[in-house]
């Protein structure tokens, strides 16, 4: 149950009618417990403030609770978060989908040599263009989702791919290709962190 704090003009009345009108004033520009607002970790809901810090629980997939500066949030209407969580994706969902593909994929292209070694069995240009489209979308889905590095599917993706790229870049002699696979291997660790 929502913490409610008692004030002089609180209206049973028009709690029973419509709850969330007693959280949220968008006409009040000081941010107050129950406020959403938005940071760089996304859009949420006010929870508290502790010094120059704030707590906020997040609209996104996971719900988590996070701590930001209090200088980084900026209040939103209720109408904007609500429009916020609508555009979300089911990130899980899209994560998953992706991680399925990557691993058949790994799975695919990827053997054993005599000595117990992974070595890179498919067609090094496919490969490329394959990973460039997985990375397009894990791109797409961090813009929309801004808790997408901290999903655990997110973290074996990365992983899988690095590990095709590290394969990749052992057989290749192609310098063109090799520089597109190292400038590819650069743009899957940014969006790892």
Excluded at 21 to 32: E, K, L
Excluded at 168 to 176: G, H, K, R, T, Y
């Amino acid at each position: 149950m929502k913490r409610i704090k008692l004030f002089e003009d609180f209206s049973l009345d028009k709690f029973l009618e419509n709850p969330d009108s007693q959280f949220h004033d968008d006409s009040n520009p000081d941010i107050v417990e129950g406020d959403w607002v938005n940071s760089y970790r996304g859009p949420g809901q006010f929870i508290s403030i502790s010094g120059d810090m704030a707590k906020v629980q997040l609209i996104s997939g996971s719900q988590q609770i996070v701590t930001v500066p209090i200088g980084a949030l900026s209040k939103i209407t209720k109408a904007e978060a609500t429009e916020a969580s609508r555009n979300l994706p089911n990130t899980k969902k899209e994560l998953s989908e992706i991680l399925s593909q990557v691993k058949e994929y790994a799975e695919i292209s990827i053997s054993e040599d005599n000595l117990g070694n992974e070595e890179f069995t498919g067609n090094s240009k496919n490969a490329s263009k394959y990973m460039e489209e997985i990375l397009v979308d894990l791109i797409d889905l961090k813009n929309k989702d801004p808790y997408v590095p901290y999903y655990k599917d997110y973290g074996n993706i990365i992983s899988i791919i690095s590990l095709l790229c590290d394969l990749i870049l052992d057989i290749i002699d192609d310098p063109a290709l090799k520089n597109r696979i190292e400038f590819m291997q650069e743009k899957y660790y940014e969006i790892s962190v």
